[in-house]
T-cell receptor, first 113, second 110 residues
Framework: GEQVEQLPSILRVQEGSSASINCTYENSASNYFPWYKQEPGENPKLIIDIRSNMERKQTQGLIVLLDKKAKRFSLHITDTQPGDSAMYFCAASSSSGSWQLIFGSGTQLTVMP | GGIITQTPKFLIGQEGQKLTLKCQQNFNHDTMYWYRQDSGKGLRLIYYSITENDLQKGDLSEGYDASREKKSSFSLTVTSAQKNEMAVFLC?????????FGPGTRLLVL
């Protein structure tokens, strides 16, 4: 089936620096790309998303970039804080429709004080 | 706003047992989903449903059944629990492409 590759799987950064997570997808028909943050023992929560009619979206210290030609999208967390430590998942809409999402395997981000 | 509730929160079963997990949403969303998440890993789709009484298989449907009894509820059955199985089952719902997740059911099979 369709896959979304997410890298890196583990990311450690110093507080105040930026963190970047990259995802690639297979199907050029994918048009919706959400990012979820999951803290230990909690459910995944949507933090930002981007649709295929945009190349860049920014909200509250989060930037998402989408390169449709390369079938690549990325999340950039600026000025990281210890509270940003969590598992992050990217996803891409599936070509099979019915609002299916294909999830990446996750990035465990640790922000060190 | 709305919420998604999943019951039970924790489920301990025996090998070979049939186990049922329930999910309710009050978003009035059409589509509901069941995912399995293994420790430290991504989400894999088991079943989804685009409307009441509809059922669609995901990549991981083998070993599971599901039922969309009404628009607001979607249940998942583990048909025969596997020994030492440990995973979190997440329910989600969406009106279009944005999915919202419930708190999860943590399964442990002894």
């Amino acid at each position: 089936g369709e896959q979304v590759e997410q890298l890196p799987s583990i990311l450690r950064v110093q507080e105040g620096s930026s963190a970047s997570i990259n995802c690639t997808y297979e199907n050029s028909a994918s048009n919706y790309f959400p990012w979820y943050k999951q803290e230990p023992g909690e459910n995944p929560k949507l933090i930002i998303d981007i649709r295929s009619n945009m190349e860049r979206k920014q909200t509250q210290g989060l930037i998402v970039l989408l390169d449709k030609k390369a079938k690549r999208f990325s999340l950039h967390i600026t000025d990281t804080q210890p509270g940003d430590s969590a598992m992050y998942f990217c996803a891409a809409s599936s070509s099979s429709g019915s609002w299916q999402l294909i999830f990446g395997s996750g990035t465990q981000l640790t922000v060190m004080p | 706003g709305g919420i998604i509730t999943q019951t039970p929160k924790f489920l301990i079963g025996q090998e070979g047992q049939k186990l049922t997990l329930k999910c309710q949403q009050n978003f009035n969303h059409d589509t509901m989903y069941w995912y399995r998440q293994d420790s430290g890993k991504g989400l894999r789709l088991i079943y989804y449903s685009i409307t009441e009484n509809d059922l669609q298989k995901g990549d991981l449907s083998e070993g599971y059944d599901a039922s969309r009894e009404k628009k607001s509820s979607f249940s998942l059955t583990v048909t025969s629990a596997q020994k030492n199985e440990m995973a979190v089952f997440l329910c989600a719902s969406s009106s279009r492409d944005t999915q919202y997740f419930g708190p999860g059911t943590r399964l442990l099979v002894l």
